[in-house]
């Protein structure tokens, strides 16, 4: 199972994404589901994947490969984030048309992806490829978009991001969302990569990876557990509480 999630604020861009992979119990590893490409003060795209391993590694070649073979779409001629992830969808759409016309055993080959970035004279966008191609743009009222197992890491999103949450705030949120995925599935696992980018900078922005191991990322672990704590400590008493008596 995969998480992967993507915030858009008006700082800038956070995304985050485990790095577990499985094929039953036997067969789990350790691939990257995060892809950036950019074109330095002129446009930055980052990727998430989550779905059939074989149909994400297509795609993720396909779209570095066509820039230089000068096939046209691609991510350096799209005019807006809109066309990209029409693009995006499309490859997605055709790799997994390409790979079942192959198989003989109902493989499910889907996919699904979040297209984020920037393109220079406009705002960053994000948006949500679905495996049969289409998309939908993140609402101005929940500025994120999740994908693979998100239920567990979708609380603290609602109650925190909004637009002008800051972006190292809106970091530290998303790697509270993935430890509480994590915590909760055993199918999410690190390493876990985080990718900061800052409005208006069209490069490849801060990228960070977290192992089970990292200082940081146990910190943060530690804090929300006790800061949770705390709050279950100070939530208001039962009137039986108060008074001495029994419910």
């Given at each position: 199972m995969t998480y992967c999630l993507a915030i858009?604020?008006?700082?800038?861009?956070?995304?985050?994404?485990?790095s577990r992979t499985n094929a039953g119990t036997d067969?789990?590893?350790?691939?990257?589901?995060?892809?950036?490409f950019a074109w330095p003060g002129a446009r930055f795209f980052a990727l998430l994947s989550?779905?059939?391993?074989a149909t994400t590694q297509a795609v993720v070649k396909k779209l570095s490969g066509d820039v230089p073979a000068g096939l046209v779409p691609n991510l350096a001629t799209a005019a807006t984030m809109q066309e990209a992830a029409d693009y995006v969808g499309m490859i997605s759409a055709q790799v997994q048309k390409h790979h079942a016309s192959r198989d003989t055993?109902?493989?499910?080959?889907?996919?699904?992806f979040i297209l984020a970035g920037q393109i220079e004279g406009q705002p960053p966008e994000m948006y949500m490829v679905y495996p049969q191609g289409n998309y939908i743009h993140e609402s101005s009222g929940h500025p994120?978009?999740?994908?693979?197992?998100f239920k567990?890491?979708?609380?603290?999103?609602?109650?925190?991001i909004k637009r002008d949450v800051s972006l190292e705030r809106a970091a530290r949120c998303a790697l509270v969302s993935m430890n509480s995925t994590i915590r909760s599935n055993v199918t999410v696992g690190p390493p876990i990569e985080l990718l900061i980018y800052r409005c208006g900078a069209l490069d490849e922005g801060r990228r960070l990876f977290f192992r089970d191991d990292d200082p940081f990322a146990r910190q943060i672990s530690e804090k929300w557990n006790e800061g949770l704590l705390m709050a279950l400590e100070n939530l208001p008493r039962f009137d039986?509480?108060?008074h001495g008596s029994g419910p």
């Amino acid at each position: 199972m995969t998480y992967c999630l993507a915030i858009n604020v008006n700082d800038g861009l956070v995304l985050c994404s485990d790095s577990r992979t499985n094929a039953g119990t036997d067969n789990v590893s350790t691939y990257s589901k995060m892809f950036s490409f950019a074109w330095p003060g002129a446009r930055f795209f980052a990727l998430l994947s989550a779905g059939n391993l074989a149909t994400t590694q297509a795609v993720v070649k396909k779209l570095s490969g066509d820039v230089p073979a000068g096939l046209v779409p691609n991510l350096a001629t799209a005019a807006t984030m809109q066309e990209a992830a029409d693009y995006v969808g499309m490859i997605s759409a055709q790799v997994q048309k390409h790979h079942a016309s192959r198989d003989t055993a109902s493989t499910n080959f889907e996919a699904t992806f979040i297209l984020a970035g920037q393109i220079e004279g406009q705002p960053p966008e994000m948006y949500m490829v679905y495996p049969q191609g289409n998309y939908i743009h993140e609402s101005s009222g929940h500025p994120f978009l999740q994908i693979g197992e998100f239920k567990y890491g979708k609380p603290i999103l609602d109650r925190v991001i909004k637009r002008d949450v800051s972006l190292e705030r809106a970091a530290r949120c998303a790697l509270v969302s993935m430890n509480s995925t994590i915590r909760s599935n055993v199918t999410v696992g690190p390493p876990i990569e985080l990718l900061i980018y800052r409005c208006g900078a069209l490069d490849e922005g801060r990228r960070l990876f977290f192992r089970d191991d990292d200082p940081f990322a146990r910190q943060i672990s530690e804090k929300w557990n006790e800061g949770l704590l705390m709050a279950l400590e100070n939530l208001p008493r039962f009137d039986w509480e108060t008074h001495g008596s029994g419910p």
